[in-house]
């Protein structure tokens, strides 16, 4: 496994793959490794020839210098997870080449970034779509993959691709979760011991508002009042419930008459005193058949 350590290294190897006529993937991630984002590896192979994993803890994306500090870096066990998944290389940019003294260009994508997360987290998105621009026009890859879990950056990062006319097919690979039901992610470290039952409280919410919707029950408002109830019961702090369109993130209609992004966002205890971490969840619910017939007529 190659370890490459500037954006120039990472440009000219790219250069030399598509020269060889090879296909790259590129996994964009902050790090602390967890088997989520070495789905994201597997799906990457699959769809091209080398394989290369992207590790910067992006600080453009972070409003809260604590919330910054807090996150996990492991450098060792990350290259270790690299290699034993067959990572060809390993990317590790320093923040003073993709953000440069005097840098003033940001990127935004403007209605995708303001709903959900962008409500609570300002600048959040603009923080990501800077640095995923930056990293595919340093990469120059092919194809680019990320988790649904992210959903909303999902759908941020390919709008912004389809915008900016950046020519690299993003993948969107689903969710990968605990036995219990727990969504994969850097934070759940973070988690006080107590918390973690806590924090199954948003798998619980999406599998009752699935379960209804599928037993029939569409109206907008009566599937969020069943997913907020598992997380009330939990006492965690609820930061978002809410249905909206999977492509526009536009609000859903009062009665769901297509597949509909449900998505959760909550806070549990953190194990550091005083301080929550915030879980997010999402899952597309798709009405029955006999709902969007009567839409249509």
């Given at each position: 496994m190659e370890v490459l350590r500037s954006t120039g290294a990472m440009r000219a190897r790219s250069q030399e793959l598509a020269a060889a006529g090879r296909r790259l993937a590129l996994v964009p991630t902050m790090g602390a490794l967890h088997q989520g984002h070495l789905a994201l590896v597997d799906a990457a192979r699959a769809q091209a020839d080398c394989v290369a994993l992207s590790i910067f803890v992006n600080p453009a994306q972070f409003e809260d210098a604590a919330d910054l500090a807090a996150y996990p870096r492991c450098e060792s066990a990350d290259l270790a997870a690299c290699r034993a998944r067959g990572v060809d290389i390993a990317w590790l940019p320093p923040a003073a080449e993709l953000y440069p003294e005097g840098a003033q260009t940001w990127v935004e994508v403007r209605e995708l970034q303001t709903p959900l997360c962008g409500r609570s987290r300002p600048g959040h998105f603009r923080g990501v779509a800077t640095v995923v621009a930056k990293l595919l026009l340093a990469a120059r890859p092919q194809i680019a993959c990320f988790g649904q879990k992210d959903y909303q950056q999902l759908a941020l990062v390919r709008r912004m691709v389809r915008d900016l006319h950046m020519g690299v097919s993003i993948i969107g690979v689903p969710t990968v979760r605990e036995a219990s039901g727990l969504?994969?992610?850097?934070?759940?470290?973070?988690?006080?011991?107590?918390?973690?039952?806590?924090?199954?409280?948003?798998?619980?919410?999406?599998?009752?508002?699935?379960?209804?919707?599928?037993?029939?029950?569409?109206?907008?408002?009566?599937?969020?009042?069943?997913?907020?109830?598992?997380?009330?019961?939990?006492?965690?702090?609820?930061?978002?419930a809410e249905l909206r369109c999977p492509e526009s993130l536009a609000p859903a209609p009062p009665v769901l008459c297509a597949p509909t992004l449900l998505a959760l966002a909550a806070f549990f205890p953190a194990a550091a005193p005083a301080q929550r971490v915030r879980l997010i969840d999402n899952r597309i619910l798709t009405p029955a058949p006999s709902a969007r017939a009567g839409r249509e007529d």
């Open positions: 969504a994969l992610s850097s934070r759940n470290a973070l988690l006080a011991k107590c918390a973690r039952p806590q924090a199954l409280s948003l798998s619980r919410a999406l599998g009752a508002a699935e379960r209804a919707c599928a037993r029939g029950e569409h109206g907008r408002e009566a599937l969020l009042h069943i997913a907020r109830g598992p997380i009330a019961a939990a006492g965690a702090a609820l930061d978002y």
